[in-house]
């Protein structure tokens, strides 16, 4: 991300800082590595994070680490290591910063990208998905981007799934020929994934498999009814999808996705859903949760095909030497101001005074100070120039 590209990011990071102190999440910053197996027990062995993407290494002592592909686990991790099931629950969290998968780099997708990911765990109130979901929609609102569809579903429960993931085996044997190489694969490990297909043509199959929605438990379908009770009471508008899962093993009940227009083949803005086992599965006292993660980078791809842009913040005061000898008496003012919290910049390269105030009307400065041998040049668009004998920071 070169220099010119930073203000518009800056600008998304800060709002979304900004809309999660709103909603009472607090910034968690989890290590960018960590150990292999914390992955590898909560993704799934078969998903894809595990099987191809994956930065895997051993250090000096010989342990397997890997780079953080996702911050859900370490969340997790995180909230077990540090007691934070004895403060108030919900425990809610956001974290912004650096993922890592091996996946071929297209637009939307890099091999390092920046996720924001909020979670909320210890409760099992359908009153929090709804809000997690209406949170993302609110940022969304907060950076103008309006092409976007939610799809929502509910995948059940330790309850309802077994007998559902029967179904759908029996279809699956069924119609095995309509599947590829892939979702074959997929099936293998985890029969749910075969709806992560991206084959249109093993899509339209599976429209026609047994749907989760059709077997959910009592439980399951008051908690799924509720969501979008609330998400009806927020007005935030979705579409029912009764295929839609997420890749990985921890999921249950809630399932959502945030699909946007501007992003080809890479469509996901936001994805997440209940986990209600995964703190369970890394050692912890069962525990509800819910979460999402959205890409950075997607974001600002999006805000990029709206024409939105942010300018870099004008810098204030540039000091031309046409007198290059003074440059040692003028460098504490140029400090002074600074310490002020003024934006202040001189010339670095050597260039006439012609080149200098050149350089400053490119800088955008506001103001131009010409550094004379009997005095000082103040210059402001707009305004005729001022000579001044001295120079104190206060008159800049």
Known sequence: MLPSQQPLREWLLREAEETCRRYGYRRLTTPTFEETELFART?????????????????????SL????????????????????????????????????????????????????????????PA????????????????????????????GDRSCRPRYLQELEAWLDAHS??????????????????????NPRVQEALAAAPKIGDSLCDECRRHFGQVQRYLDAYGVRYRLVPTLVRGLDYYTRTTFEFVGEA??????????GRYDYLLEEIGGRPTPAVGWAAGIERALISL?????????????????FEAPERREQVLPLLAAL????????????GRSLKGQLT????????????VRSGGFTIRRAGERDRELETLEAGEL
């Open 43 to 63: 993704s799934g062995a078969g998903s894809d994070i595990v099987q191809k993407e994956m930065y895997t290494f051993k250090d000096r002592s010989e342990r």
């Open 66 to 125: 890997t780079l953080r592909p996702e911050a859900t686990a370490p969340t997790a991790r995180a909230y077990i290591e540090h007691g934070l099931h004895r403060e108030p629950q919900p425990v809610k969290t956001f974290t912004a910063g650096p993922m890592f998968r091996y996946a071929a780099p297209q637009k939307g997708r890099y091999r390092e990208f920046w996720q924001l990911n909020v979670e909320a765990l210890g409760s099992d109130d």
């Open 128 to 155: 929090i998905d709804a809000e997690l979901i209406q949170l993302f929609a609110e940022l969304l609102r907060r950076l103008g981007i309006e092409e976007w569809t939610l799809e929502l579903n509910s995948i």
């Open 177 to 198: 020929g309509e599947l590829d190489e892939e979702a074959r694969g997929k099936r293998a490990t985890s029969p749910l994934r075969v709806f992560d297909s991206k």
């Open 263 to 272: 992003l080809g083949a890479q469509d996901s803005l936001c994805g997440g």
């Open 304 to 320: 990029g095909e709206q024409g939105v842009e942010r300018e870099p913040e004008p810098l204030e005061i540039f000091f031309a």
């Open 338 to 349: 600074r310490r002020e919290g003024r934006a202040v910049d001189t010339d670095y390269a």
């Open 359 to 370: 350089q400053a009307q490119r800088s955008g400065a506001e103001t131009t100070v010409i």
